[in-house]
């Protein structure tokens, strides 16, 4: 894993014990519980060990996102990482309205496409989207991901 990437505006970088209160408030926030499908509420000490958990997978790499100041924004990753097949599945969350449409998630993403297909040598990285956050949709699409399909019943709130 490539511990920090450097982009014009953000800073891909490996994720640490600090951010758990970040991630532990927004990720009980009930709009991004929707959008995202969490089912259950967090708290600190489960998001300590996700992230202990992630440093020690070998299928996937998570990245807190911050600004060129250090300021948390979010974190994405690449998980199920099949370098045999050459595929991966990609995630991004940018949990803070305030944070969203200023550019830093294409930024986060062409940064994570980029260590996908050079760094990692894959061919194919997906996306998976909750059907009802429409953000994230029409982000996806104005990237250039094309949608295959759409699993029915595949979510449930």
């Known amino acids: 894993m490539i511990n920090e990437i450097k982009g014009n505006n953000i800073i891909l970088r490996e994720q640490q014990i600090e951010d758990v209160k970040f991630f532990t408030y927004w990720y009980n926030q009930p709009l991004v519980m929707f959008q995202c499908g969490f089912t259950e509420p967090t708290d600190e000490e489960a998001e300590k060990e996700r992230i202990r958990i992630g440093h020690k997978k070998k299928d996937s790499v ?12 979010g974190e994405t990753g690449l998980l199920r990482m099949w370098p045999a097949w050459k595929c991966t599945d990609l995630s991004i969350i940018i949990p803070d309205p305030k944070m969203q449409q200023r550019g830093y998630g294409t930024e986060a993403i062409n940064l994570m496409l980029d260590l996908a297909f050079v760094h990692y040598e894959m061919n194919r990285v997906a996306i998976g989207v909750v059907g009802l956050n429409t953000n994230a949709l029409n982000f996806y699409r104005k990237i250039g991901f094309k949608q295959e399909g759409i699993e029915e019943q595949g979510y449930y709130y």
């Not at 998570?62 to 924004?73: E, F, K, M, Q, V």
């Open 62 to 73: 998570w990245y807190t996102i911050t600004d060129l100041n250090g300021n948390i924004i």
